[in-house]
């Protein structure tokens, strides 16, 4: 039975082979006018043209995806990962040959067009498809461009338009620099506050999440990403990340089928109806099953069942960690296998899984018509994309698109809109502009971890930090009088006696506090790869928090975090509490909007925030059956602070409740009432 199938396999190649000989004549020639380069040919007939001239290598290499810069490895274990980053003349060869369809993080539009034009030297003049991980914004490119909050922020304003518009302008942004494939939304539940990547996801409720989502991927993809200015979107990560043992990065997930189905699936079936083209799963295993491994999930499930018509990219070397890690295969090649069995499209990344599955093919244990299946996806999108009548970007494209004014006015408005305001005991903010003096520390006043993870370094000029919103916005006779202070060192017992006594001589003192999940930033305290042991902030900064309180002088803490922070004791002691989440590159001017009243924060909690580490797992919609007998020792059930919570400067009135006499048991529940804000200020209310 072997046998006979690893002969047809031969044959096919054979003829394919034959037969590419003949388009060769084409694709380097005149576009004959049945030829897949005829743009005036519908998709699907293009598809099925090329499909047919390509060598089984060269529909493998469709599913093969290598890292554009090796220097973007900087994963814990970066060095055994380098092994997988080919060296620049490897990759060209590769790319000539057909045998590289993917490029993921390639620095900038220089580098994606030299990449491009490799692979028009190729016998089929196939594009790349180039991708990066454009979550809240092009952060990763090395260039100046917008980012926006990170989604814990986005998801804060509770408001789908403005996802929307992020995401388009994002879009515009990745296309400007020859990309066109963003690993964004990460539309995974969290329901383990721990976990590092809290600060790109929506936080925890299934339905806001499902939205966001949504909203995100059109506005990634416009209708069908046909439009020069549409990425395809990727939902990720399929599934259980956030609720992974001890909050860790890629470790299992124990989650019944039921949980699974009522909160981590439904923003996957909202992404698919969305028509979200790309899929990515999880670094976990769920339920015992690695989910780059699990045929029920990926192909009976998500195809089958929900749909799904587009492809699946693996996670970073998840195919490979079948092998090393989750040990269910006994070599490299049965873990290619496996992967592509249970239904993944292309391999991220690097060498070796061409040959194996080219192998596997040959011997039978993959059917050619699953490797069919894989490149005519992906060709699919290369040309609804455009790719092969346009490849290259242009440097005044690039110029005139990053940074556009809309684009920048948008990050301001997203940040603005997505601050929490959590404490204002006896209204101690909004500050007058005109206050003699305030004395600003803590770690993130005057630093970028305002930008988040997926974000790199930006331009001094391009970023406001909390420190110079402050300083912009006060009268200019304000004295101002800053001490900075590191994310992770001890401050020793100089440093925070010189908080205090110089806290003692202002009028108030601004504590600018929390986490840093900055990319490759080496004072980096939480982000992938980085959960937290506690959901006090990092380092010494509570001791920071009570060398200032013990000053005498009113406080006010601004939180920069992804995921949520929690002390009982600031919560108690501290007047002011805002909880900024990572608001971009805007965030420091729309604090001090906040801060001085420029902005009334309408913001709310798109998570609990629990009341310390062991009251997790926290969330609003728990079984009736949570708390009916266990109590904390010494400790009050109730999280620090709900779902949805978030205090204003102004007052709302709800009134008139509109509610159908009747409705059935499966019907939604539609109603309306009447909000009126009966305080002095403009304000917005969720
Ligand atoms: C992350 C993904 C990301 C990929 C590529 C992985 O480690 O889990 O979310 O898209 O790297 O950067």
């Known amino acids: 039975m072997n046998s006979q199938k690893t002969i047809h396999g031969k044959l096919s190649c054979l003829s394919l082979y034959a037969a590419s000989v003949l388009l060769a004549a084409c694709a380097s020639g005149v576009k004959t006018p049945d030829s897949y380069l005829d743009a005036g040919l519908p998709v699907h007939a293009r598809v099925e043209r090329l499909l047919k001239e390509m060598t089984l290598d060269e529909k493998i290499g469709q599913m093969c995806s290598y890292v554009g810069e090796a220097a973007h490895v900087s994963t814990p274990n970066a060095d055994e990962e380098l092994r997988y980053v080919l060296s620049i003349g490897d990759r060209a060869d590769l790319v000539k040959q057909g045998k590289i369809g993917v490029f993921i993080k390639v620095a900038d539009y220089e580098k994606a067009n030299d990449l491009q034009r490799l692979a028009e030297q190729s016998r089929l003049k196939i594009p790349l498809l180039v991708a990066n991980d454009a979550m809240h914004g092009h952060g990763m ?18 408001d789908p338009a403005i996802a929307r518009r992020i995401a388009e302008y994002t879009a515009l942004e990745m296309r400007a620099t020859g990309n066109h494939w963003t690993f964004s939304p990460n539309i995974e539940v969290v329901r383990d506050a721990r976990w590092g990547r809290a600060g790109e996801t ?14 995100m991927i059109e506005g990634y993809q416009g209708d069908d990403f046909s439009r020069p200015g549409n990425v395809l979107a990727c939902a990720k990560h399929f599934v259980g990340g956030g609720i992974a043992y001890n909050g860790l990065n890629g470790a299992p997930a124990d989650v019944s089928e039921r949980t699974l189905h009522e909160i981590f699936f439904p923003p ?20 015992g099953i690695p989910c780059h491994a699990h045929r029920r999930y990926l192909t009976r499930l998500i195809r089958g069942t929900w749909n799904f018509r ?6 970073w070397m998840d195919i490979q960690r079948l092998f090393s890690v989750h040990k269910i295969a006994a070599t490299e090649k049965e873990a290619d296998k496996i992967a592509v069995l249970a239904g993944l499209d292309i391999h991220m990344h690097g060498p070796g899984f061409l040959d194996n599955v080219r192998e596997l093919v040959e011997e039978g244990s993959i059917p050619m018509a699953r490797i069919d299946e894989a490149a005519r996806k992906i060709l699919h999108a290369k040309f609804q994309l455009g790719l092969f009548e346009n490849r290259y970007v242009d440097s005044s494209r690039v110029q005139n698109t990053l940074l556009k004014k809309e684009h920048v006015d948008l990050a301001l408005e997203a940040a603005r809109k997505s601050i929490v305001l959590l404490k204002n005991e006896n209204h101690v903010l909004p500050l007058d502009k005109e206050i003699p003096s305030i004395f600003i520390t803590g770690p993130n006043a005057d630093s970028q971890a305002l930008l988040g993870d997926w974000a790199t370094v930006q331009p001094a000029e391009n970023v406001t930090t909390v420190l110079e919103g402050i300083r912009r ?13 590191g994310h992770q060192a001890p401050p020793g017992d100089a440093l925070l006696r010189r908080a205090r006594e110089r806290a003692a001589l202002s009028d108030i003192a601004i504590v600018v506090a929390g986490e840093n999940s ?3 930033d080496p004072d980096k305290t939480s982000g992938e790869n980085l959960d937290r042991p506690s959901l006090e902030p990092a380092g010494g900064q509570m001791d920071l928090l009570k060398a200032v309180k013990s000053s005498g002088r009113p406080v006010i803490v601004v939180l920069v975090n992804g995921g949520p922070i929690a002390s009982p004791w600031m919560a108690e002691n501290i007047e002011g509490i805002i909880e900024a989440w990572e608001p971009g590159m805007a965030g420091g001017q729309a604090i001090a909007d906040v801060i001085f009243g420029d902005c009334n924060p309408g913001g709310r909690l798109p998570l609990t925030i629990p009341r310390t580490a062991g009251h997790i797992q926290s969330f609003y919609n728990h079984k009736p059956s949570a708390f009916h007998r266990g109590r904390f020792y010494r400790s009050g059930r109730e999280p620090l602070y709900e779902f949805g919570f978030g205090l204003s400067y102004t007052e709302f009135r709800y009134s008139q409740l509109r509610l159908p006499g009747k409705i059935g048991i499966k019907d939604n529940l539609e109603f309306g009432l009447t909000i009126e804000n009966t305080g002095g200020l403009a304000g917005d209310e969720v």
């Open 141 to 158: 490119y090395e260039g100046a461009v917008t980012i926006y909050p990170t989604e814990i922020g986005i998801a804060s304003t509770f």
């Open 202 to 215: 929506f936080g925890e409720d299934p339905y806001l999440v499902s939205v966001m989502g949504r909203s």
């Open 268 to 287: 996957f079936i909202e992404a698919i109806r969305a028509g979200v083209y790309t899929l990515m799963p999880a670094h976990n295993e769920i339920n």
């Open 310 to 315: 587009g492809f699946f990219v693996s996670d």
């Open 473 to 485: 916005s006060v009268s200019p006779r304000t004295k101002i009088d800053y001490l900075g202070f």
């Open 518 to 520: 900055l990319r490759f």
